[in-house]
């Protein structure tokens, strides 16, 4: 196998994981959180009045997002970094 299609192959596989990746970022970023966010504030009946919590469901959803997002933004750098070496070892063969 020749060096020139080494990198493209190199180049062709950062393309796939910068398209994996920000699907993830784009997915998680118009995404919305469909339930009930907060839990307590003012209760009528007994006239008590707590500060509102984050539900239990909202933070798990949160984290998940955050998390996916994160896995896309590896996913962005590792895709650049492997067309960068595609590049750079082009200009160096």
Known sequence: MSLEIIIKIINS?????DIVGAC????????????????GGV????????S?????????????????MKLGLILLIIGFLLQMASNWTFLFS
């Open 24 to 39: 993830f970022v784009a997915w998680e970023v118009v995404r919305q959180f469909e339930g009930r966010e907060f839990r």
């Open 52 to 68: 509102p919590r984050k539900t239990q469901e909202f933070s798990e959803w949160e984290l998940n997002k955050y998390r996916k």
């Open 13 to 17: 596989a950062g393309l796939c994981f």
């Open 43 to 50: 209760d009528t009946r007994m006239g008590v009045t707590t």
